[in-house]
């Protein structure tokens, strides 16, 4: 099986940075896609970013010119730079590591941003 540790969350001022790690272990050849999602109180688990092993990259329109995703296959760990973060940001940020026989789930962390 996968196994994955987020790190890189926090509190952060509207307008400045933080850089997410998710670092997977175990079965990683399984892994193609990984990718980062977000649950805000009350709301449903969405996809924030996603990277194929290849390098091919999805955003969710609303961090689309903010957030960068990235991916370092020999340490299997997966990257979410965020800049510009705003108050509307704040939730809990999940790391997914996905393939054929692969659905796995971090533990989350938490990203708060204050106005």
């Known amino acids: 099986q996968v196994q994955l540790v987020e790190s890189g969350g926090g509190l952060v001022q509207a307008g400045g940075s933080l850089r997410l790690s998710c670092a997977a272990s175990?079965?990683?050849?399984?892994?193609?896609?990984m990718g980062w999602y977000h649950q805000a109180p009350g709301k449903q688990r969405e996809l924030v970013a996603s990277?194929?092993?290849?390098?091919?990259?999805n955003y969710a329109d609303s961090v689309k010119g903010r957030f960068i995703i990235s991916r370092d296959n020999a340490k299997n760990t997966v990257y979410l730079q965020m800049n510009s973060l705003k108050p509307e940001d704040t939730a809990v940020y999940y790391c997914?590591?996905?393939?054929?026989?692969?659905?796995?789930w971090g533990k989350g962390t938490q990203v708060t941003v204050s106005s």
């Open positions: 990277i194929s092993s290849g390098g091919s990259t």
């Open positions: 997914n590591a996905y393939g054929v026989t692969t659905d796995r």
């Open positions: 175990g079965s990683t050849v399984s892994i193609d896609v």
